[in-house]
């Protein structure tokens, strides 16, 4: 997704989602696993998260443990910084 594509999500109401996902392997039950997930997707009832956690019932073995959602706020001008330079430093 472009940046442009995002703007426009984020005018229509959008804010990115940040879902950790744990779940259980088949032949592991015993050990839990991690996922992150993220997307832009509308508070509160996340529907772009569903469809994805509908997919994950349907068509994949792990069985899901449980969900943690956060989302980012809407972006202002208070919170945008501009940075002139980037060094790295190995």
Known sequence: MDRHEAMRLQLR???????????RLPDHPSLLQSFVWQHYDLHPDFPVLRRFLDHWRRNIEARLHSVRVTRTGLITASGYQSVDEVIQIH
């Open 13 to 23: 109401g959008y804010r990115l989602a940040t879902a950790e996902i744990l779940y």
